[in-house]
């Protein structure tokens, strides 16, 4: 239950995050794709082991994880267009 509630808190901290973007004129392109850098970028940082990014590449799962970069990207850009208008 309490992964729910979280879960709608998130997206709805989103929604006025994205409605706010409008209201400082932050280009929301921009925003997502630095977001996502960031996060990677967190995440490589924090990450105990050892980071090969040739050997990462050439696993058989890469090129569906960089698949679900681009859908989440898509996502969060149709996600941002009801709040926009």
Not at 9 to 21: G, Q, R
Not at 35 to 44: D, E, K, M, Q
Request: with cysteine; aromatic share 18%; charged share 15%.
């Amino acid at each position: 239950m309490e992964y729910l509630a979280l879960s709608v808190l998130a997206s709805s901290l989103i929604f006025v995050i994205f409605k706010l973007y409008t209201k400082y004129k932050i280009q929301t392109l921009y925003a997502i794709i630095v977001n996502y850098f960031i996060a990677s970028s967190v995440g490589i940082h924090f990450y105990e082991g050892k980071v090969d990014f040739t050997e990462i590449t050439n696993k058989s799962w890469f090129l569906g994880i960089v698949a679900r970069g681009f859908c989440l990207l898509s996502f969060l850009i149709l996600w941002r267009l009801p709040p926009k208008r």
